[in-house]
């Protein structure tokens, strides 16, 4: 089925490891999306991207990297992984800059 | 600054019994209101978009209205499968990025 998922859907490390987040979409959009989901935050932006090789930050950028070689894909790497960026992360994705963002189902990730 | 406040927090209803939830926000120029339903464990799953003030938007229970600083998500007749948190998100004039509130937990009981 064409969507969005995210892999993986679980996640534990511990602090100062490097990890990585995949984000993959089947839509062909240009626009893709990474947030984290924290109780009494809401969702916040950390990066987003336009198209491939573009890519732009967002709310909460510190501790992140994106890259976007190919349309469908987006991984957020965390380089050095701190508690504090324990959280559930969903990625998402939507045709155009105003079109809806559709989402992702999202990795909880725990830093120990 | 830019800023989306959503309301009740939580919110019990009975089957059947109708309610209102409210999305206040500020921000310059609006380029879209939206609505997102999300269910445990699960993805913001998209509603609704309101772009102008006086538009209004349904689907099944749900319709949604919007004004110059404010949305109403209306819920007629609930059922126990709209349980869920409602997220709303605007889009400020100019940019991509959306600007969440913090939900509002909607619980009906049977």
């Known amino acids: 089925d064409a969507g969005i998922t995210q892999s993986p859907r679980y996640k534990i490390t511990e602090t100062g490891r490097q990890v990585t987040l995949m984000c993959h979409q089947t839509?062909?959009?240009?626009?893709m999306f990474w947030y984290r989901q924290d109780l009494g935050h809401g969702l916040r932006l950390i990066y987003y991207s336009a198209a491939a090789d573009i890519t732009d930050k967002g709310e909460v950028p510190d501790g992140y990297v994106v890259s976007r070689s190919k349309t469908e894909n987006f991984p957020l790497t965390l380089e050095s992984a701190t508690r504090s960026q324990t959280s559930v992360y969903f990625c998402?994705?939507?045709?155009?800059?105003?079109?809806?963002?559709?989402f992702g189902d999202g990795t909880r990730l725990s830093i120990l | 600054e830019d800023q989306v406040t959503q309301s009740p927090e939580a919110l019990r209803l009975q089957e059947g019994e109708s309610s209102s939830l409210n999305c206040s926000y500020t921000v310059s120029g609006l380029r879209g209101l939206f609505w997102y339903r999300q269910d445990p464990g699960k993805g913001p799953e998209f509603l609704f978009t309101?772009?102008?003030a006086g538009e209004e938007k349904e689907k099944e229970r749900l319709k949604a209205t919007l004004t110059k600083k404010e949305s109403f998500l209306h819920i007629t007749a609930p059922k126990p499968e709209d349980s869920a948190t409602y997220l709303c998100?605007?889009?400020?004039?100019?940019?991509?990025?959306?600007?969440f509130g913090t939900g509002t937990r909607l619980k009906v009981l049977a």
């Open positions: 998100a605007v889009q400020a004039g100019g940019t991509y990025k959306y600007i």
């Open positions: 998402a994705s939507s045709e155009g800059g105003s079109q809806p963002q559709h």
């Open positions: 839509w062909s959009h240009s626009y």
């Open positions: 309101l772009y102008s």
